[in-house]
């Protein structure tokens, strides 16, 4: 990725993004010339990747929308724009079948994964896009699209973020480019409870042999903000090592076994 992608100058607000997905995104945009401006939970780890990709960063709960108004400022003040949003912040809980969630981590399944990323949108229009326009990328999952084990609160969150993309994409047009990448099982350490044990077998099961690296998504996010994805908006990109196609596979696929079997840690 060079400055040629017209990222050089730009000013990026990626959430979630001091460890895994998010953190490689935003060094990638970092590279590619944008200014960055980063937020997690941590304020350690916010303040240690801002500095070690030269932006800015706050730390605080992408749930609470003082702090995403928070951001926007932040962003601005330092960079004096807002070129860029990488929605990447979520959560999986609540695990388990849907008959015995609780409506409270419901709730708050849906303002972390839809609601926060609706309401930084607002915002960066509000604030910059509406008037010089930009980019949105929505980290969603291949698993939006289809049911899987105790999965279903973050399944269904993020089929309604795929909609929201898509909405947002047609009203925002043509100032605002809207587009989601869907990743498959990536090596984070949300996912780690489905790869650590037994990753051969895992990754076996997949028709490219591996699972995903952080990389392999943030290259497809940086692709969509820069200029060489001008012409596209309401697009999902998929980067899933094949999961989709894995029936024609002649590996068997041990990710559904992992999701009955192997509960994540609570945050």
């Known amino acids: 990725m060079t400055s040629s992608y017209g990222l050089d100058g730009k000013a990026a607000v990626v959430t979630g993004g001091t460890r895994g997905i998010g953190r490689e995104v935003a060094r990638q945009l970092a590279d590619a010339g944008a200014l ?6 941590d304020a350690a ?30 962003a601005l003040r330092a960079f004096g724009r807002i070129d860029v949003v990488v929605n ?14 609780d409506p409270d981590a419901w709730r708050t399944a849906f303002t972390v994964n ?8 607002q915002y960066a229009w509000r604030a910059w896009m509406r008037e010089h326009g930009g980019s949105v ?33 047609g009203e925002l047009s043509p100032r605002v480019r809207v587009n989601s ?46 200029d060489a994805a001008e012409w596209i908006t309401g697009a999902d ?17 041990a990710v559904h076994d992992r999701l009955r079997s192997y509960p994540p840690p609570q945050p």
Request: hydrophobic fraction near 45%; proline fraction near 6%.
């Open 114 to 121: 839809i609601e926060a990323p609706l309401r930084l949108v």
């Open 137 to 169: 990328i929505n980290v969603c999952t291949e698993g939006a699209t289809h049911v899987g084990p105790n999965v279903g609160a973050y399944g269904t969150s993020k089929a309604a973020l795929l909609h929201l993309t898509r909405q947002l994409a």
């Open 45 to 74: 780890d916010v303040r240690r990747t801002a500095a070690e990709l030269g932006g800015v960063g706050v730390a605080g709960s992408v749930a609470d929308p003082a702090h995403l108004s928070e951001v926007t400022d932040l």
């Open 36 to 41: 960055v401006c980063v937020t997690a939970r």
């Open 181 to 226: 990448v869907s990743p498959g099982l990536v090596r984070t350490e949300m996912a780690r409870f489905l790869w650590e044990p037994g990753e051969a077998e895992v990754a076996a099961g997949l028709p490219l042999g591996r699972i995903g690296e952080p990389a392999d998504v943030a290259r497809a996010v940086v692709w969509l903000a820069s």
């Open 237 to 253: 990109l998929l980067v899933d090592g094949g999961t989709r196609v894995r029936a024609a596979h002649p590996g068997g696929y």
């Open 88 to 101: 990447n912040a979520a959560t999986n809980q609540p695990y388990g079948p849907l008959m015995d969630a």
